[in-house]
T-cell receptor, first 114, second 114 residues
Framework: EAGVAQSPRYKIIEKRQSVAFWCNPI?????LYWYQQILGQGPKLLIQ????????DSQLPKDRFSAERLKGVDSTLKIQPAKLEDSAVYLC????????????FGPGTRLTVL | AQSVTQLDSHVSVSEGTPVLLRCNYS??????LFWYVQHPNKGLQLLLK??????LVKGINGFEAEFKKSETSFHLTKPSAHMSDAAEYFC????????????FGRGTSLIVHP
């Protein structure tokens, strides 16, 4: 079974530039999550999708971050414009049943904003 | 609102000795609880989960955790540490009131000495 795929694995940009991350969840997983993990901290949930609907985006900085999952499968997270404090690893995860089965994580995208 | 507290940022043990990583949670409803492990430069992996069945939960690699409602705790243990256990460990809580939106603890770094 293929795992959660993410690209790119690494990205370096200047502040005020834009960046986009892509995630393809495990086939059949209806729930998709995007997390931000700053060095030395636990992952912080940015947005949770159930199919193509948003379950929670309360911690997503909506003035600069956006995410979509148009067909209920893969997803894109965008930052525009980026700030220095956005430097982090962005993790995507998917789940068949969030209550019972937990989540499967992708390898993450390490973003450095200079 | 749900929350989780990992009481130690670092735990240091010798190889072959027991491991105890502490986690306390706060939840108004019957929670689902998880432990994840993150090895350096690798993705997060589910170790074990509690979802209102048996209170003693066994996971992969010899780890187990016990759900204690009276103490609101879900501590992770292993009888004998191995060098390969050195990693970051995260406790996660979610509950039905929060639509099973997960909240991560800050993490505990397990250091294993030869």
């Amino acid at each position: 079974e293929a795992g959660v795929a993410q690209s790119p694995r690494y990205k370096i940009i200047e502040k005020r530039q834009s960046v986009a991350f892509w995630c393809n969840p495990i086939s059949g997983h209806a729930t998709l999550y995007w997390y931000q993990q700053i060095l030395g901290q636990g992952p912080k949930l940015l947005i949770q999708f159930q199919n193509n609907g948003v379950v929670d985006d309360s911690q997503l900085p909506k003035d600069r971050f956006s995410a979509e999952r148009l067909k209920g499968v893969d997803s894109t997270l965008k930052i525009q414009p980026a700030k220095l404090e956005d430097s982090a690893v962005y993790l995507c995860a998917s789940s068949l049943d969030p209550q019972d089965l937990g989540q499967f994580f992708g390898p993450g995208t390490r973003l450095t904003v200079l | 609102a749900q929350s989780v507290t990992q009481l130690d940022s670092h735990v240091s043990v010798s190889e072959g000795t027991p491991v105890l990583l502490r986690c306390n949670y706060s939840s108004s409803y019957s929670p689902s609880l998880f432990w994840y492990v993150q090895h350096p430069n690798k993705g997060l992996q589910l170790l074990l989960k509690y979802t209102s069945a048996a209170t003693l939960v066994k996971g992969i690699n010899g780890f187990e955790a016990e759900f204690k409602k009276s103490e609101t705790s879900f501590h992770l243990t292993k009888p004998s540490a191995h060098m390969s256990d050195a990693a970051e460990y995260f406790c996660v809580v979610s509950d039905i009131r929060g639509s099973y939106i997960p909240t991560f603890g800050r993490g505990t770094s397990l250091i294993v000495h030869p």
